[in-house]
């Protein structure tokens, strides 16, 4: 296991890789060209130069989130096939960079969503937080706004102002997109990359759903095990893998982690780690990363990796904003080092303890 922080490049990240640096146990970076928009091809100049700072840093890239899909791929229109060649293009000059694992999602429009980015907690802090409730109160305009007007100044993941601007385009191109449409359009996009991932040795890592079930009418389809495990079948290479993320796929409390943990061996490239508290159906904060201070048990999750001997890039995911921190919501340094820190420490007892 290699233990990364996520960092969205030096324009749009309040972290810097030096302060990565000094998290005892990270060693490398998830990070992305943030200023590319989906169906460009990142040319391997500007590939290198993000390698070169990063490196610079004594840090590794030790895989990119994300590799951003285009809509036409997912939609699946007529010109689908230009957007792949593109993304293939891209995996090339990612390959050409020794850069082998990309993280990447396949839902429609939204890439996550929350109902509140900093809930206040009693501990002082304060955290993203998800209530279908409030969600089913407001249309996906009013959402876009209210976020975008919490995200302190940051453009995040997903929520770029570009796509606001096209949102009802996007809701009436996805309107007769159901779940096996998507579903189809994604093995289709996964056909056409397999055989440059298999020469190159990409690892590509799909990230579940968040949260774990239909918003706004749209479309879920990786969303626990049994969609998980029918798309590693639909196309059954090794490099057609998946993102674990615990905060997403344990966001239905029907999912058992553990056991889709063990279901995906060896299609495990990528782990997302992190705490939530179940407040209700369909009801969730988000947690700092220790067992006790939420509902997942972080213990397992871990034991489980280690059990099916993962050996991939790992990460803190969301952390609680704490201690005056400003930063792009969930994505602060202070409980994102906790996090890494306690999962270091985590996995250092279970190694020891498993010879
Ligand atoms: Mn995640």
């Not at 449409?181 to 190159?200: A, G, H, Q, S």
């Not at 495990?268 to 009801?283: C, P, T």
């Not at 890494?340 to 007892?349: F, S, V």
Request: glycine fraction near 8%; hydrophobic fraction near 40%; charged fraction near 25%.
């Amino acid at each position: 296991m290699k233990m990364t922080l996520r960092w969205f490049g030096k324009n749009h990240d309040s972290v810097t890789l030096e302060q990565i640096r000094q998290i005892p146990g990270v060693t490398g970076v998830i990070t992305t060209l943030y200023d590319t928009k989906p169906g460009e091809v990142w040319s391997k100049e500007a590939i290198f130069n993000l390698k070169k700072e990063v490196e610079d840093a004594g840090l590794k890239i030790e895989g990119i989130e994300s590799v951003n899909i285009h809509d036409a791929i997912k939609i699946g229109s007529p010109d689908r096939d230009q957007y792949i060649d593109n993304y293939i293009k891209t995996l090339e000059n990612l390959a050409a960079n020794n850069i082998n694992l990309v993280c990447y999602n396949f839902m429609p429009v939204f890439d996550w969503t929350r109902s509140d980015l900093a809930k206040d907690r009693t501990d002082g802090s304060n955290v993203l937080s998800y209530d279908q409730e409030l969600v089913d109160q407001i249309k996906p305009d009013q959402m876009f706004e209210k976020l975008n007007q919490a995200s302190h100044g940051f453009v995040m993941p997903g929520w770029e102002p570009e796509r606001l601007a096209k949102i009802k385009e996007l809701f009436e191109a996805y309107k007769d997109i159901n779940a096996d449409k998507l579903f189809d359009n994604l093995v289709y996009f996964l056909k056409r990359i397999m055989p440059t991932c298999e020469k190159y040795g990409i690892n590509m890592a799909i990230h579940p759903d968040d949260p774990a079930w239909p918003v706004f009418g749209l479309s879920r389809i990786i969303n626990g095990k049994e969609n998980l495990l029918k798309l590693m079948k639909a196309v059954d290479s090794p490099h057609n893998g998946v993102t674990f993320c615990s905060g997403s796929l344990g966001s239905n409390p029907k999912n058992d982690l553990v056991d889709i943990i063990h279901s995906l061996k060896g299609r495990i490239h990528f782990a997302h780690v992190r705490n939530i508290i179940y407040l209700g159906d369909k009801k969730f904060d988000e947690a700092a990363h220790l067992s006790s201070d939420g509902s997942l048990d972080m213990y397992a999750i871990l034991k489980a990796l280690h059990t099916i001997g993962f050996e991939g890039p790992m990460r803190p995911d969301h952390g609680r904003a704490v201690w005056g921190e400003v930063s792009m919501p969930g994505y602060g340094l202070y409980d994102r080092a906790m996090g890494a820190t306690y999962l270091n420490g985590l996995w250092e007892a279970i190694e020891k303890s498993s010879k």
